[in-house]
C-alpha cells in the first residue's frame, strides 16, 4: 500500500515570498503524484499532477512542482505567493495504471498555507 | 455541465438517524468515489465504484453502505448515524483528464 506524508501542517509566509510545501511519499510500485487545493468552504480544484516524463511539472496559479524519485518526494513550490494563496494543499498518489487512467487516491494530512500581508 | 453535484450541502443529524448522501456526475465516467475529510487527516476513501454495478470497500467503509444507482449516480448511505461520522464529505469521478470533486456535505451527529 501507498502512503503520502506531508511534512509541514502549517506555512506561514509573506506576500511576494516564495514557498515551498513538502510531499514524501512511500509505495513499492510506480505511482502517479498530485497537488490538489481546497480554499475554505470548497471542494478540491487539482493544481498539478505527475504521470511520466519530465520531473518538473508547471500546475495553475504559478505552481509547480518537482518529481524526485530517489528522495520520493514531490514538493510544491510558488516563487511568489499572493494572498488569494491562503488555502489547504493536499499531496497525493494513486497507482500507476499505464495510460491515463487513474485509480484511488492516497492523500496526505494537508499543509495550511496562510499568505500574510 | 455541472461536473460533480452533491446534496445536501450540509445536514444535522441525531445519533441513530439515517440518511442518503447523493452525488451526481455528468461527464459520463465510469469510475466514482466517496471520501470524508476530517482535520489533521486529509481525505479518506470510504467506498469506490469502478464502473457502473460494481462498489467496493475503501480504507474507512465501516458504518456506511453505497449503491450505484446508474453510471450518473452514486449515494452514500449512513444506516444509524454516530458522532463519529461527523465530517465533510466528498464525492469525486475519474476521468482522462483526472479527478473531479463535487462541493462536499458538511455532516453534524449529534
Known amino acids: 500500500a501507498q502512503s503520502v506524508t506531508q511534512l509541514d501542517s502549517q506555512v506561514p509566509v509573506f506576500e511576494e515570498a516564495p514557498v515551498e510545501l513538502r510531499c514524501n511519499y512511500s509505495?513499492?510500485?510506480?505511482?502517479?503524484l498530485f497537488w490538489y487545493v481546497q480554499y475554505p468552504n470548497q471542494g478540491l480544484q487539482l493544481l498539478l499532477k505527475?504521470?511520466?516524463?519530465?520531473?518538473l511539472v508547471k500546475g495553475i496559479n504559478g505552481f509547480e512542482a518537482e518529481f524526485n524519485k530517489s528522495q520520493t518526494s514531490f514538493h510544491l513550490r510558488k516563487p511568489s505567493v499572493h494572498i488569494s494563496d491562503t488555502a489547504e494543499y493536499f499531496c497525493?498518489?494513486?497507482?500507476?495504471?499505464?495510460?491515463?487512467?487513474?485509480?484511488?487516491?492516497?492523500f496526505g494530512q494537508g499543509t495550511i498555507l496562510t499568505v500574510h500581508p | 455541465n455541472a461536473g460533480v453535484t452533491q446534496t445536501p450541502k450540509f445536514q444535522v443529524l441525531k445519533t441513530g438517524q439515517s440518511m442518503t448522501l447523493q452525488c451526481a456526475q455528468d461527464m459520463n465516467h465510469n469510475s466514482m468515489y466517496w471520501y470524508r475529510q476530517d482535520p489533521g487527516m486529509g481525505l479518506r476513501l470510504i467506498y469506490y465504484s469502478a464502473s457502473e454495478g460494481t462498489t467496493d470497500k475503501g480504507e474507512v467503509p465501516n458504518g456506511y453502505n453505497v449503491s450505484r444507482l446508474n453510471k450518473r449516480e452514486f449515494s452514500l448511505r449512513l444506516e444509524s448515524a454516530a458522532p463519529s461520522q461527523t465530517s465533510v464529505y466528498f464525492c469525486a469521478s475519474i476521468g482522462i483528464t483526472g479527478q473531479y470533486f463535487g462541493p462536499g456535505t458538511r455532516l453534524l451527529v449529534l
Open positions: 497525493a498518489v494513486s497507482l500507476s495504471r499505464g495510460g491515463t487512467s487513474y485509480g484511488k487516491l492516497t
Open positions: 509505495s513499492s510500485v510506480s505511482v502517479y
Open positions: 505527475y504521470l511520466s516524463g519530465s520531473t
